[in-house]
């Protein structure tokens, strides 16, 4: 489940790439029957997420602080949020989501809105991670995906365009087939699925190239 060689395709590219040679080592104490087990492994090993010691919490809801680092990590402007605020790395996520548009950005400096530890709920997830490919989504004629849910018009009409755009590349899924469930809050383990949906079109953003 976790890729066996990966290679970047230029030099100096991040240090987690040293955590493949250690992803047979990886383990958490609270995922072995968890059905996104493997794909936990494969994102931590890649360094997208984190656990806590020997946990993953997959059945955790996400926050905002936990969505925004994964997403800002997945497009490789981690190290932009560190130059941005040294001393505070989570004000320097906040500042380069700020920057690129995936959340508004708030009239005051001095408060990160949404607040870190605000729950995020499915279409949030999917809207964030779709706006941070810096892409033109799907509009009008082209929202497809999204109608074929009994429940689409609960999604906010400023997310729709980019949960579509998340449905159609197959990052996230409904419920079932007929229910999308935009508004329930997303876990650890279910943002830890999408996140591996969207692996192959993230690599690049961090300069990796998959050999094998």
Known sequence: DIPQKVRPSCRGVSP?????????????????????????????????????????????????????????????KEGDAQKASPNNHQKG??????????????????????????????EEAANILARALEIDPPIGHEIQEAKKFTDYKKIADHRLPYVELSLQKGYISGRNKNIFDPKAYITRGEFAKVISNANEDLLPYRNIEKKS
Do not use: C
């Not at 494969?42 to 806590?52: P, R, S």
């Not at 997959?58 to 997945?74: K, M």
């Not at 380069?96 to 005051?108: G, N, T």
């Open 16 to 76: 987690y790439l040293n955590i493949l040679s250690e992803a047979k080592n990886l383990s958490f104490s609270d995922i072995n029957s968890h059905w996104a087990k493997s794909e936990i492994l494969e994102i931590t090993a890649l360094d997208y997420m984190d656990g806590q010691g020997d946990k993953f919490y997959p059945n955790r809801h996400l926050n905002y602080g936990e969505v925004l680092t994964t997403v800002i990590r997945a497009v490789g």
């Open 93 to 122: 996520i906040y500042e380069i989501a700020y920057k690129m548009e995936l959340i508004p950005k708030p009239e005051s400096e001095d408060t990160l809105v949404p607040v870190p530890s605000k729950k995020v709920t499915r």
